[in-house]
């Protein structure tokens, strides 16, 4: 037979085991729903990668100019299309951070050489590319502040892709 306070004993046993269950539940019910929420806001969507590169220069001919490679990939999984490459200038690092205007901005028009003509279709895994010319303002401002290049796209809820371009 069962004395009173062994079947009380039990209870209270049987209601922590239940208590850490439910909350085992909780959070793994919480956790799930947060991952698909992620993977939602992640895929069917284009995502832009930005490169550049600077420095480049035509060994085929004595000409001392300067190139920049820009390069725009398309690594999502809905094809968009790339409408502008454009460029910001911080002057400090916090006023990027503050979201603040930049110190100077605008839109890559000369192209030297590129894949295709703005705007062009980028379907997934298929990349852009041209060539600017390194100017000298070009220089100075990659070397004495925070140059991004941007890429952006046809869709209006994405952020568009940037890539920090730095000269030694």
Sequence with gaps: ?????SLLRKVTEMRSVTAFLAWWGAVISTAVLVWDV???????RPRLVVNTNGDFQDLDSNNPQKYVSLTVTNIGDKPTTLNLVTFKYYATKPKRWR????DKSGVFLDMVRATA???HKLDVGTEWSGLVFQTEELEKLARSGYFYVHAEDSTKHTKSARSRFVLE
């Design 38 to 44: 992620y993977k939602w806001q992640k895929t069917s």
């Design 1 to 5: 037979m069962f004395s009173a306070a």
């Design 117 to 119: 003509p703005l705007p």
């Design 99 to 102: 979201k603040q205007n930049p």
